[in-house]
């Protein structure tokens, strides 16, 4: 069973302005979490455009799709992040199998592009953070970019 949070722009409808800007003030809100959720894409969103211009050649390399080498290198960071990150820690549950697998394209991007492992380890750690609402362990978060990097 995933964990993930899942949360449309519907589940705001209806809400007048108080009540809209209470929930995105209150931590324990979906409509907080989403506006997290938005921002840490907004933020992966900015760095790729950063690293692209650094290295325009690699810019549209995502956009046509997955080469064989790169389905390989995305299995491979499934693999450490199920084995080695596993920050619900629910890698000895087969049915959570697919729990950390909508972050292995951003975290394949960033290293299509050449970001450095403090990128991708502050990726991971604002997912532990900010969208799963853990304590985040960056020490670990480091170790686990520097095997995603020695790919």
């Given at each position: 069973?995933?964990?993930?949070?899942?949360?449309?722009i519907?589940?705001?409808?209806?809400?007048?302005?108080?009540q809209?800007?209470?929930?995105?003030?209150?931590?324990?809100?979906?409509l907080h979490?989403?506006?997290?959720?938005?921002?840490?894409?907004?933020?992966?969103?900015?760095?790729?455009?950063?690293?692209?211009?650094?290295?325009?050649?690699?810019?549209?390399?995502?956009t046509?799709?997955?080469?064989?080498?790169?389905?390989?290198?995305?299995?491979?960071?499934?693999?450490?992040?199920?084995?080695?990150?596993?920050?619900?820690?629910?890698?000895?549950?087969?049915s959570?199998?697919?729990?950390?697998?909508?972050?292995?394209?951003?975290?394949?991007?960033?290293?299509?592009?050449v970001?450095?492992?403090e990128?991708?380890?502050?990726?991971?750690?604002?997912?532990?953070?900010r969208?799963?609402?853990?304590?985040?362990?960056?020490?670990h978060?480091?170790a686990?970019?520097?095997k995603?990097?020695?790919l």
């Amino acid at each position: 069973m995933s964990r993930s949070i899942h949360v449309t722009i519907k589940n705001f409808r209806g809400l007048n302005r108080k009540q809209f800007n209470e929930q995105l003030n209150d931590s324990d809100s979906e409509l907080h979490q989403w506006a997290t959720k938005k921002g840490i894409k907004e933020d992966v969103r900015e760095l790729r455009n950063e690293k692209s211009e650094k290295h325009p050649d690699l810019t549209n390399q995502f956009t046509t799709s997955l080469k064989a080498e790169n389905l390989i290198v995305w299995k491979q960071i499934d693999e450490i992040l199920w084995n080695d990150w596993d920050p619900f820690g629910v890698n000895a549950e087969a049915s959570a199998r697919d729990e950390y697998q909508s972050y292995i394209d951003d975290v394949l991007e960033f290293k299509i592009n050449v970001a450095d492992k403090e990128d991708v380890a502050n990726y991971l750690f604002d997912i532990e953070t900010r969208r799963m609402g853990l304590v985040g362990n960056k020490s670990h978060c480091i170790a686990v970019a520097e095997k995603i990097k020695n790919l």
